[in-house]
C-alpha cells in the first residue's frame, strides 16, 4: 500500500484525445519524493533539449506534493512544470488553495499533458471518470470567470478549477494559471498550457488519503500548531512588519509599507521615490486596502490568512484574490498609488498574467518611449497619463496587437526585437526573467548566489530564514538566537555567531561572512526551498519567513510518519541535493552557462565584480560542479544520477574527467545547437 500518496499519474495525450491512469515506481518516491522532485526526473527522461517549449512534445505537469492531502499543515501545493518560452530552460511555479488536495483526493499525484488539441478543450477529472471537454465556448473568457462558468456547467459547485485567461491563449510569455486564492505564475507556463489548446482542468475528487502512522502524524501537527500559535503571539522583534511573523507575507493584513517604499527601487526598478513614505500616505494607503479587502482567506488546511477577497469597482472585476507582494508589483512600477494597484491587478489576473514579470514590462515600455526609443510613430495612441499608459499597454500585451506583441515576449526579447539601444534598460532580468520589481542597495553575498544561481530565477526561491539585514542592536540579535531551534546540526555556533557578529562596523557586507560560511547558508536555505517544492509544503510556512514551523529537524519525522519511508536529516538532505543537481543538470543540458549566472549590471547600486567571480568559483566547488557551472560526473555519480552524467558525457556537454564543457552546446540566446 502507499501511504500519503495515491500511486498514479493521470496521463493525457491532448492531440490524440487520450487518457491513462498510470501506476508510478515507489523507488522515485525514495530517490526525488514528489512534486517538484518527480517533475524533473519526468521532463528529464521524456524531454530532450532540443524540443521547444511550443511543442506538441514539451510537458505541462500538474504535480501533488508528497505531503499534499495529508492533515500536515499548509500542504497543499500544486507545483506546475515545464520548458518556458521566455528563459528556454525547466519552469516551475507553485500555485496554493485546494486544487493539488483535490487532485490528490480524485486518485491523481500528477497530471502529465503532452500534444496539442486542435480546438479549445478544458478537462474535467471526477474521481475515476476522466473527460477532455469542448471548450470553445470559452474562448477569450477571463480566467476566473472561466472557473465560474465551468463549474455552472457541470453542476459542481465544489470542483476546484486552474483555468487561464486571455494571455495564455495568445501565448504572452509570462501568462499565468489562475486557480481560486493562488495562481501559478512564474516563466510563462499559462503559455505553454495556452499553446496546447487547454483553456483549464477541473478536478473533483472525494478518496481517502491514508498515512502510515496515523497517531503520530497527528501528533506531528498538532505541535506544529502550537507553534504557529506562539509565534502568532511572539513575533520577531527588530524586523518590519512583513518579516515578524509566518505564513506568505502578509501583505493583506499589514498596512505599514514603509520598508518597501522607502527600501527598494521603483518603475523599471531603477529609480527611488524618497521621502514618499508620510504619516499621510499610510493613512490613505491603509483606507484604500480597508475598502478593498472584504475579508482574508486562507489556503487548504492551514490556519494562516495570507491572502485576502478583494472587492474593488474597476473595469468589471466584481472580486478576485489578491496575496502576498501583488499589491505593490504595479504600484511600484508606475510610480503610482496604492488604488490603482488594486484596479490594474483585479484585470490582470483575469487576463492571467504574472504579477511580478507584467509591470515590469509595461515600465520598460514607458521607460523606453520616454527616452525616445520608442516613439508615437511605434505606439500610435499612447496616453499622455501614466496610469492609463498601464492599463493601454496591458490591454495590448494579452491581446498581442501593435507593440503589445512585441512586450508580450518579456523585457529580454522585447528589447533585442527593438533595438537602438533599447537593450540597455533590459537592467532587472536573470536569464531573460524579470525580477520583482525591486532593487537591493549593496550587494548580499548570500543572495547574490541564490540570486545568480537559482533554477527558479525567482524571489520565492531565494528568501529564506536569514535576517535580511543585520539587527540594530545587540540586545535584538542575542534575543533572536537564543531559541533558534531551525539551524541546522552541526552548523549552530557557525550560524548564531554570524547574526550575532553582523552589524558590527568591521563585520559588514560584501566581506563578511566569510566564503565557506556563505556557502553552508546559501546550502541550508536551498535545501528547505526543494524539500518544500518536493513536498508541496507552502513555503511560508517553511523555507520562507523567519523561524518557520517546519523545519530541517521534524521535516523527516513527518515523511517517515506520512510515508512509513525510514528517513532522517541527512537523508532528506541528500534527496534535495539530488533533486538540486537534478534541476541544474536539465537546465545545462539546454545551455545553461556560468556566463548566464549573473544579475544586470545595476541590480545593486555597487557591484563587485571580482568578489563575484570569487563567490561563484567558492559555491561551483562547494556543489561539485566545474568552473562554468556544470554538475562533475563525480558528483552526479555520487547521488546516484550516473544516467545524467552519462546523457551529458555522451553530448560532449562533460568529459569523463573533471567535467570541463566542450563540443556541443545549445545557444540559449537563439534557442539552437552550435
Request: with cysteine.
Amino acid at each position: 500500500m502507499r501511504y500519503a500518496e495515491t500511486g498514479f499519474n493521470l496521463e493525457v495525450d491532448l492531440s490524440k484525445g487520450s487518457i491513462e491512469r498510470v501506476e508510478t515506481d515507489p523507488r522515485l518516491t525514495e530517490l526525488h519524493l514528489g512534486g517538484l522532485g518527480t517533475n524533473a526526473k519526468i521532463l528529464w527522461d521524456r524531454v530532450p533539449p532540443e524540443v521547444e517549449p511550443f511543442s506538441p512534445d514539451n510537458l505541462l505537469i500538474f504535480s501533488t506534493g508528497l505531503l499534499g492531502a495529508t492533515p500536515a499543515i499548509g500542504a497543499n501545493r500544486t507545483i506546475v512544470s515545464t520548458f518556458s518560452p521566455q528563459t528556454l530552460f525547466m519552469a516551475y511555479s507553485m500555485m496554493g488553495g485546494f486544487f493539488a488536495p483535490e487532485l490528490k483526493y480524485a486518485g491523481y499525484d500528477k497530471v502529465v499533458i503532452r500534444g496539442k488539441s486542435p480546438e479549445l478543450v478544458y478537462l474535467w477529472i471526477n474521481n475515476d471518470k476522466v473527460e477532455i471537454r469542448d471548450a470553445r465556448h470559452l474562448h477569450g473568457k477571463g480566467a476566473l470567470e472561466t472557473a465560474e462558468l465551468i463549474k455552472e456547467e457541470l453542476e459542481e459547485p465544489k470542483a476546484r478549477v486552474a483555468a487561464i485567461g486571455l494571455a495564455g491563449e495568445n501565448r504572452v510569455y509570462y501568462a499565468s494559471i489562475e486557480h481560486e486564492r493562488s495562481s501559478a505564475s512564474r516563466g510563462g507556463i499559462g503559455a505553454v498550457m495556452g499553446d496546447k489548446g487547454l483553456k483549464a482542468i477541473a478536478v473533483r475528487g472525494t478518496k481517502d488519503i491514508s498515512v502510515a502512522r496515523p497517531e503520530e502524524f497527528f501528533e506531528l501537527c498538532n505541535e506544529l500548531l502550537k507553534y504557529i500559535q506562539f509565534r502568532a503571539e511572539n513575533p520577531v522583534k527588530g524586523v518590519p512588519p512583513i518579516l515578524a511573523g509566518i505564513g506568505s507575507p502578509q501583505e493583506m493584513a499589514i498596512h505599514d509599507e514603509q520598508w518597501h517604499t522607502t527600501s527598494f527601487a521603483w518603475g523599471n526598478a531603477r529609480h527611488r521615490r524618497k521621502g514618499f513614505w508620510t504619516k499621510e500616505i499610510e493613512e490613505q494607503w491603509s483606507k484604500t486596502q480597508e475598502n478593498a479587502v472584504e475579508r482574508l482567506i486562507s489556503c487548504y488546511n492551514c490556519p494562516m490568512k495570507c491572502g485576502a477577497i478583494v472587492t474593488y469597482p474597476a473595469l468589471g472585476v466584481p472580486k478576485y484574490m489578491m496575496k502576498c507582494y501583488s499589491k505593490l508589483t504595479y504600484t511600484m512600477a508606475a510610480m503610482s498609488d496604492l488604488d490603482f494597484g488594486f484596479k490594474i491587478a483585479g484585470l490582470a489576473q483575469e487576463y492571467g498574467v504574472d504579477g511580478y514579470t507584467t509591470p515590469q514590462v509595461m515600465a520598460f515600455a514607458v521607460e523606453l518611449y520616454e527616452n525616445g526609443i520608442l516613439t508615437d510613430e511605434d505606439i500610435p495612441g499612447f496616453p499622455s497619463d501614466n496610469e492609463e499608459r498601464f492599463f493601454w499597454l496591458l490591454d495590448r500585451i494579452v491581446r498581442r496587437e501593435g507593440i503589445g506583441d512585441v512586450l508580450a515576449e518579456g523585457v529580454y526579447w522585447a528589447a533585442r526585437k527593438i533595438g537602438r539601444g533599447a537593450e540597455a534598460y533590459d537592467h532587472n532580468t536573470i536569464k531573460k526573467h524579470e525580477q520583482i520589481p525591486i532593487k537591493l542597495g549593496m550587494l548580499n553575498p548570500i543572495y547574490f548566489i541564490m540570486w545568480a544561481t537559482g533554477e527558479k530565477a525567482n524571489i520565492t526561491q531565494i528568501e529564506g530564514q536569514l535576517p535580511q539585514a543585520p539587527f540594530p542592536t545587540q540586545g535584538l540579535r542575542e534575543d533572536f538566537v537564543k531559541d533558534w531551534i531551525q539551524v541546522p546540526t552541526g552548523n549552530e555556533d557557525r550560524i548564531k555567531g554570524f547574526v550575532l557578529e553582523w552589524g558590527d562596523p568591521g563585520k559588514a557586507f560584501p566581506e563578511y561572512p566569510p566564503p565557506d560560511l556563505i556557502c553552508d547558508l546559501v546550502d541550508w536555505q536551498e535545501t528547505m526551498h526543494y524539500l518544500d517544492d518536493s513536498l508541496g509544503l507552502c513555503a511560508g510556512l517553511s523555507s520562507f519567513p523567519l523561524k518557520p514551523p517546519y523545519h530541517i529537524h521534524n521535516l523527516p519525522k513527518f515523511v517517515s510518519a506520512g510515508t512509513g519511508m525510514d528517513v532522517d536529516e541527512d537523508g532528506l538532505w541528500e534527496i534535495a541535493k539530488r533533486n538540486r543537481n537534478l534541476l541544474r543538470a536539465i537546465n545545462v543540458r539546454r545551455g545553461l552557462r556560468r556566463k548566464d549566472e549573473k544579475p544586470p549590471e545595476d541590480h545593486w547600486r555597487k557591484r563587485f565584480p571580482e568578489l563575484e567571480a570569487k563567490l561563484l568559483d567558492e559555491y561551483y566547488r562547494f556543489r561539485g560542479w566545474n568552473k562554468d557551472g556544470i554538475p562533475t560526473k563525480e558528483t552526479l555519480d555520487r547521488l546516484g544520477l550516473d544516467y545524467v552524467g552519462e546523457d551529458l558525457v555522451r553530448r560532449g556537454i562533460l568529459t569523463d574527467g573533471d567535467g570541463a564543457p566542450e563540443k556541443k552546446e545549445l545557444d540559449i540566446d537563439t534557442g539552437k545547437t552550435e
